[in-house]
């Protein structure tokens, strides 16, 4: 592989990683117009709660995560990439953590840990998801150590789902 060839490859796996952070977070903020736009129109999700197209995933996981959960936090870990010309094949290793709603006082948390195996392509010049399916590995539910309040009365920002989250103030930039 050429020097060039070998940085085309480079941001490539940048760009396809940065596609699984912002699946991340547009699930945690229930970002209907967030995950729509990382998704190809034709791709498939299998996910266990939804099976089905990208943009009816991202309709259909935002309401559950907004039914179901007070807050969701998922990160990607260990990732490993394989690009082929325009189209690419990886897997993320994700931890989750969730507290459910039906926990009025948040004592309780869900933690869970598993795999993305993802398909990805290039066209026009912008990755996306092709397929992307989700393998689990292990689930806890634990109480969470305390009252939500107790934990977090020292912290002015709060996370939230949606518009209210403080990281649209920061995207909006200098001045606007």
Known sequence: ????GG???LIAKQQLAELTMAYCRGVDRADVALLRSIFHEDSI???????????????EICAIVQSAFHQTSHMTTNQWFRVDGEEAVGES??????TPRQEADRSVQMLSGGRYL???AR????????ARRYVSDWAIHQPSGGPD???????PLRGAQGADDPVH???KGPGQ
Do not use: C, I, Q
Request: aromatic share 18%; net charge negative; no cysteine.
């Open 1 to 4: 592989m050429t020097e060039a």
């Open 7 to 9: 940085v085309a490859v």
């Open 45 to 59: 999700v299998e996910s266990g709660v939804f099976n089905g197209s990208g943009a009816d995933f991202a309709v």
């Open 93 to 98: 290793y994700v931890f989750g953590v969730a």
């Open 118 to 120: 993802d398909r990805f």
């Open 123 to 130: 066209r026009d010049g912008v990755w996306k998801f092709s």
């Open 149 to 155: 309040d107790m934990l977090r009365a020292p912290y």
């Open 169 to 171: 103030d920061l995207w």
